[in-house]
């Protein structure tokens, strides 16, 4: 039979490019090489976090599982950034393993129009320079008018431990081979990236009461916009204990066997995610570092040592961690490791993740350079949808940098390529204070409603809540306030008081105002009673009046860009005989090609008259 | 089809290759145009008709220049927008303070390379024939203009300017760290307050920066220039010969000039205030005693000190047995010994007179060789002839070999606008860090409420260094992030 799309790979990009086609209407086959694993959660057991949290929640409002699957299995929540501005809250969530997995399975067997099989895939099978399908091990070929391929960790992958290397995806599972060389035989650049994990331990085995107590939220909010899911009423805390000096000499001892300074690791891993041994060996005055315990799930001893990344030989790492309070009788489950795969610079790919090389291929996740389960997911969000685009022949479907922080990921790797594992922060949005979570809803689920991924009805509670918070801001921005009425307020808080009577808007405008002090004023009380406006739209409605001066300049701001991303330059455009642009300019761009004038300026070494040039090249 | 309304700012540049000529373009183009003209010349004038106005500036009221004025509604004009030129008379001061006047008003921005074309041509002003030489045009526009930009950049200057940028990155850098990692890492919680330390200490530097830029100040107020020397060696001939007119009485009696004697005037296109001072010499009669005073105050505060000396009575000097700096040494000395016996001297004063002994802001003048044979100068000056020049007031004699030298010292003190277009830049540079100044003052209003819009006010302020050093990303910012911390579970 001919599938509309088929997945090659069942973690986070996998998962959610299936249950994307497939929510779009498209036959949908996944092959993964272990169906047990599928919604593997291979590193850390939580989901979200700082600008995490908030691709989630995109995620969420554009027709995506992972919230969903997050908020059924979570074991603790938490708000992240609570004390920050509410442009940075961030929600994060400790996560039941074995339960994410079983319920990324359960969703995506209840679509009827997803297929499952198990096997390696070893060869894109490419016609006329176009995907039509795929063979696995065993030798069977199935065919598809679009394939996404999300492989992950596991293109020749290598885990090293001490001096130890072995084959493998991740532990305990084979790796997979021949897709690279068949992509390269077909113009593909591929290279080289690493990661690691730290290892995991029986949690009886440990002394939590010398260990610092990680509470959850007291009100923990949850992931997903829709009301299938509902907040934890149980959680359950993680732990925190620190490194010592001892623990850095222990570690020290095996550097001489580590795979990262004896030259056995060559490719190149995240900065921000380093292993415990580049920590004390880069930070050499640290004389502690955070190390947390997180539980791996509600029926199971097992623990996650966060903060001990390691790849040095087990012998140490045993060492080196029953130094820390609370491990001292420590028992492993097994080792940390580091881990070596191929992946292909994601500037071989257009905006809607399909390869520049060969039409109807797609790529999502960790094999475009990135690392992280959400930035994964969104990848395999996008795919989906682009996927399934293309075979109904229907337009692609992009989201721009002030949409949303997966226009940013996206727009990054495309344009800008990536050396290490790209993660996502949320200094690399431009216009972070409009890409909140709180209003990820707002900002994306009118997109999916058009695109079909949404229903009316979601679309209908979507349409009422915006109507809600737009009487309460209306309501601010009307009515005026007597002084008498408002100075109690003004006091409290030491803003200075007023004579005249002004409106609302204006008073909670004052950076120390908050709408908490606000509600009790007179008229307030009673519109917000008879009203029944919640503390979340109250809260809404704050962070509408503090940050409008800020919002309107960023969408100014993102309105002036997108002039430039207006001007399209064609497919085949010829920098090279263009003198006038600069050699490097004329270098970058022939090899990135990008789509519009806006992309050829985030380009580094593309200046401003490298743009003007262009312009009028392209002009008209 | 590209968009038509593209351009939303209201742009202005001086249009016109140099200030030195005898009339400069200044345009202006963008929705605020008519604002601008009824700002600067009190009303709009009778639309593509040149009209002679008076120029001030609406914030001072000053008057800058009486001007030809045109106005350009669009979409008939250059760029298809509103526009508005100022024909103003030639001159860095002028050109520089109408500039300064254009972006004082709210709304204006000084044109980034190019855009007056890019402008005009998404405006469909330029055919597609044009477009060739369009795009070499744009090139040659702008890399004129970056390396005009870089040599205004060198030394001292793109030195101060890379450390302020580097110290707003750090401070970037730190808060981002805060925002982004310090819930879960070991970020110290007193990062926000070194932050805030380390923006007032930029802060202040570029207000000082700004209040204190000697160059720009010489162009717009004019360049101090004494000439100073021993009674009657030939100061105020000097000076008329400068002027071309008798602006000094001169006299052959030692001691005829007594007060300083000032005159402003257009050298090579640079303002200069030329004094002529009383000789120094010790004396006894009061009103001289006050003379040399002031003589000596009007040195001290100069920019270029013009030393006289009576050639025929240097013999020492001409013959090689003392060194040029040794005699500049002793003459300074000499000027001392008489403030000392007027009893001006103080310690602050002498000091100041110490670390002004300095070659590059005096010439020396060998005046009356008319009473001398060439041959007995000639090898003086091959090897002085920077600072050094021969003359005769009298006769004429090396009187353009002075005035060359003397434009030379002067191009050097106010920077040489026909190398480029310094006040051009310079209101450029003088825009961006007052915007930067701007954002980091509110950055600290805001660190106490939301550190998140205070970061952005520390994005918007090196954005602003950034249009002069080169754009900061969000790269840049994670590297020193990585480098700095240790981040990451």
């Known amino acids: 039979m001919l599938y509309d799309v088929i997945v090659v790979g069942g973690g986070h990009a996998g998962s959610e490019a299936v249950a994307s086609a497939a929510n779009m209407g498209a036959q949908t086959l996944l092959i993964t090489m272990n169906l047990q694993t599928i919604g593997q959660m291979s590193c850390n057991p939580a989901v979200g976090g700082i600008a995490k949290g908030q691709i989630v929640r995109e995620i969420d409002a554009l027709g995506g599982y992972m919230a969903r699957v997050t908020d059924l299995t979570a074991i603790q929540f938490k708000m992240l950034n609570k004390s920050k501005g509410p442009a940075m809250w961030s929600p994060r969530a400790q996560s039941d393993r074995m339960r994410f997995a079983e319920c990324w399975r359960e969703q995506l067997e209840q679509m009827p129009n997803v297929s499952f099989f198990q096997d390696m895939v070893q060869e894109v099978l490419i016609e006329n320079g176009k995907c039509v399908g795929v063979k696995t091990g065993i030798g069977t070929t199935f065919r598809a008018k679009c394939i996404v391929l999300t492989n992950g960790t596991f293109l020749n992958g290598v885990i090293h431990i001490g001096e130890k290397q072995f084959a493998g995806g991740r532990s305990g599972e084979s790796n997979s081979k021949g897709i690279t060389k068949c992509l390269e035989q077909n113009g593909f650049i591929s290279g080289r990236m690493k990661t690691g994990t730290p290892p995991r ?15 959850g939220d007291k009100n923990p909010k949850k992931f997903s916009f829709s009301e299938t899911t509902t907040p934890l009423k149980v959680q359950k805390p993680c732990y925190l204990s620190h490194t010592n000096m001892l623990t850095h000499e222990y570690l020290k001892e095996g550097f001489e066997r580590s795979p990262m300074f004896n030259g056995s690791i060559k490719s190149i891993g995240p900065r921000y995610c380093p292993s415990i041994e580049d920590k004390i060996n880069r930070f050499t005055d640290r004389e502690s570092h955070q190390i947390f315990s997180e539980p791996e799930g509600w029926n199971t001893a097992e623990i996650y040592v966060n903060g001990f990344s390691t790849s040095l030989p087990a012998d140490i790492q045993e060492k080196a961690l029953k130094t820390i309070p609370g491990f001292e009788n420590v028992r492993f489950f097994r080792p940390g490791y580091a881990i070596e795969y191929d992946y292909f610079p994601p500037t071989q790919l257009k905006h809607n993740l399909e390869t520049k090389l060969v039409e109807n291929l797609f790529f999502a996740g960790q094999i475009n350079g990135t690392t992280g389960y959400e930035e994964a997911d969104a990848q395999g969000l996008m795919a989906g949808i682009n996927a399934t685009l293309k075979a109904q022949e229907r337009e692609p479907f992009v989201l721009e940098r002030d949409q949303g922080y997966i226009g940013v990921l996206i727009d990054d790797l495309i344009t ?154 064609p497919k085949a455009f010829n920098y090279s005989n263009i003198m006038s642009l600069s050699f490097e300019a004329r270098e970058k761009l022939s090899k990135i090609r990008p789509n519009t004038l806006l992309q050829a300026s985030l380009i580094s070494g593309v200046s401003p008259s490298d743009v003007s040039v262009l312009l009028v090249y392209i002009g008209r | 089809m590209v968009s038509r309304n593209y351009g939303t700012r209201t742009i202005f540049a001086l249009s016109s290759g140099s200030t030195k000529c005898a009339v400069a373009v200044l345009r202006v183009s963008g929705p605020k145009s008519a604002f601008a003209l009824q700002q600067i010349c009190g009303g709009l004038p009778k639309k593509r008709v040149a009209s002679v106005r008076k120029l001030y500036n609406p914030v001072s009221n000053e008057l800058l220049d009486k001007s030809l004025v045109i106005w350009f509604p669009g979409p008939q004009s250059f760029t298809g927008e509103d526009c508005a030129e100022f024909h103003v008379h030639g001159g860095p001061a002028v050109v520089s303070s109408v500039l300064s006047a254009l972006g004082s008003i709210p709304g204006m921005y000084p044109a980034q390379p190019g855009e007056f074309t890019k402008q005009a041509f998404l405006n469909g002003k330029l055919d597609l024939t044009e477009v060739e030489a369009v795009g070499d045009l744009i090139h040659a526009e702008t ?210 007179m110490d670390e002004q002994e300095d070659l590059s802001s005096i010439i020396i003048v060998l005046n009356k060789m008319d009473l001398l044979h060439s041959s007995e100068v000639s090898k003086f000056l091959r090897e002085n002839g920077d600072t050094v020049c021969a003359i005769s007031c009298k006769t004429g004699q090396g009187f353009d070999d002075f005035m060359y030298k003397l434009v030379e010292k002067i191009k050097i003190l106010c920077g040489d606008p026909s190398q480029g277009q310094p006040s051009l830049t310079h209101s450029r540079h003088r825009h961006h860090l007052n915007q930067c100044c701007f954002h980091l003052t509110q950055f600290h209003d805001f660190l106490s409420h939301d550190v998140v819009l205070a970061a952005e006010r520390l994005r918007l ?29």
């Not at chain 1, 331990?201 to 509470?215: A, C, P, T």
């Not at chain 1, 704050?542 to 940050?547: A, H, L, R, W």
């Not at chain 2, 050093?469 to 700095?484: H, K, N, P, Q, Y």
Request: contains cysteine; charged residues 30%.
């Open chain 1, 201 to 215: 331990v029986d949690g009886r085995s440990l002394d939590f009461s010398k260990m610092i107590l990680q509470n």
């Open chain 1, 416 to 569: 800008k390529g990536t050396e290490e594992p790209y993660r996502m922060f949320t200094s690399r949005a431009e216009y972070r204070m409009l890409l909140r979570q709180d209003n990820a809803d707002q900002r994306l689920m009118p997109l999916a409603h058009k695109l079909g991924i949404l229903n009316d009805k979601a679309m209908a509670v979507l349409e009422k809540k915006v109507s809600r918070y737009k009487e309460l801001i209306s309501y601010f921005e009307k009515t005026s306030v007597l002084p008498k009425d408002i100075n109690p307020v003004l006091k409290k808080v030491k803003s200075s008081p007023v004579a005249q009577s002004d409106k609302l808007f204006k008073f909670l405008s004052r950076p120390s105002v908050r709408a908490k002090d606000m509600i009790n004023v007179t008229p307030v009380k009673s519109f917000i009673q008879k009203g029944k406006y919640t503390d979340e739209e109250i809260e809404q409605l704050e962070i509408k009046v503090k940050y409008s001066g800020y919002i309107e300049k960023e969408k100014r701001n993102a309105l002036r860009l997108k002039e430039l991303s207006n001007i399209k330059i």
């Open chain 2, 143 to 352: 890399e004129a203009q970056r390396k005009q930009a870089l040599r205004q950049m060198d030394g001292d200057l793109s030195a101060l300017y890379s450390s302020w940028r580097t110290s707003l990155l750090k401070c970037l850098a730190n808060t981002e760290a805060f925002i982004d990692f310090h819930e879960e890492e070991n970020i110290e919680d007193d990062i926000l307050e070194s932050v805030s330390a380390k923006v007032t200490l930029v802060n202040d530097e570029i207000l000082k920066h700004l209040t204190d830029s000697r160059c720009g100040e010489r162009l717009r107020e004019g360049l101090n220039v004494v000439i100073v020397g021993e009674p009657n060696v030939g100061k105020s001939s000097l000076l008329n010969s400068i002027c071309q007119r008798p602006a000094a009485i001169v006299s052959p009696i030692a001691g005829t000039t007594r007060d300083v004697v000032e005159t402003a005037l257009n050298i090579s296109g640079y303002p200069v205030l030329l004094s002529d001072t009383a000789g120094l010499r010790e004396t006894h009669d009061p009103i001289e005693k006050e003379g040399v005073n002031r003589a000596i105050n009007r040195v001290l505060s100069s920019d270029l000190k013009i030393f006289m000396v009576d050639a025929a009575k240097q013999a020492n000097l001409l013959s090689g047995d003392v060194e040029l700096s040794d005699f500049v040494i002793s003459h300074m000395d000499q000027i001392k010994l008489i403030s000392k016996s007027l009893h001006l001297g103080n310690k602050d004063l002498h000091k100041q």
């Open chain 2, 461 to 489: 302020a090196v954005r602003e260094v950034g249009q002069i050093t080169g754009a900061v990303s969000a790269e840049d910012v994670l590297d020193v992030i990585f480098r700095d911390f240790c981040i990451g579970k």
